[in-house]
């Protein structure tokens, strides 16, 4: 069974200060690690897919990187627009469905 | 704009009815997926259909149903709700075949509160 661990469950941070999300997982067969973006009330929003362990990905302020055991969202110069939970899944080899972590709640404060 | 539409956007239910949560897509995505969101739980897949005319159980299938007579709309059923079904509902779409590696489009959600 595949599982996804988050941490922190929450992280409030100053507006520049950088720091990094956590998502640890267990998977037969990785076909694909997903980061998103949700807002309260709102659907999670895609943000980026990692394939293979030393990959990373960039958009703005964020970065995803990935092992073979986990991934780490980093968050540089955050600013108050970066206030969300983020949500890290994975797909493994069994069909196309995607396993959730808790997420991570963060709140940046001007 | 291209996306995922669900109806209602919140709901009040009665303990005991039935209800039909809606959920259409325009992007011709083959696949299609029920999640509920609930605090402390995370998302957690209620059912699933990889093409139209195929559906399949997720992790918490009990008191849910659904359909994919066609490759736009796939609703959710619960038969007789509970207090417990209280959460909110996502549908999501991918474009998702064997060996391939998509991220799924969600809908903005349903919030039902079932008493």
């Known amino acids: 069974e595949d599982q996804v661990t988050q941490s922190p469950e929450a992280l409030r941070l100053q507006e520049g200060e950088s720091s990094s999300l956590n998502c640890s997982y267990t998977?037969?067969?990785?076909?694909?690690l997903f980061w998103y973006r949700q807002d309260p009330g709102k659907g999670p929003e895609f943000l980026f897919t990692?394939?293979?362990a030393g990959e990373e990905k960039e958009k703005e302020r964020l970065k995803a990187t990935l092992t073979k055991k986990e991934s780490f969202l980093h968050i540089t110069a955050p600013k108050p627009e970066d206030s969300a939970t983020y949500l890290c899944?994975?797909?493994?080899?069994?069909?196309?469905?995607?396993?959730f972590g808790g997420g991570t709640r963060v709140l940046v404060k001007p | 704009i291209a996306g995922i539409t669900q109806a209602p956007t919140s709901q009040i239910l009665a303990a005991g009815r039935r209800m039909t949560l809606r959920c259409t897509q325009d992007?011709?995505?083959?696949?299609m997926y029920w999640y509920r969101q609930d605090l402390g739980l995370g998302l957690r897949l209620i059912h699933y259909?990889?093409?139209?005319?195929?559906?399949g159980k997720g992790e918490v299938p009990d008191g849910y149903s659904v359909s994919r007579a066609n490759t736009d709309d796939f609703p959710l059923t619960l038969a007789s709700a509970v207090p417990s079904q209280t959460s909110v509902y996502f549908c999501?779409?991918?474009?998702?075949?064997?060996?391939?590696?998509?991220?799924?489009?969600f809908g903005s959600g349903t919030r039902l509160t079932v008493v």
């Open positions: 990692l394939y293979s």
């Open positions: 992007m011709r995505h083959n696949a």
């Open positions: 899944a994975v797909r493994g080899a069994a069909g196309n469905k995607l396993t």
């Open positions: 259909s990889n093409t139209a005319g195929t559906t």
């Open positions: 998977v037969s067969g990785l076909r694909g």
């Open positions: 999501a779409s991918s474009a998702a075949f064997q060996g391939a590696n998509y991220g799924y489009t």
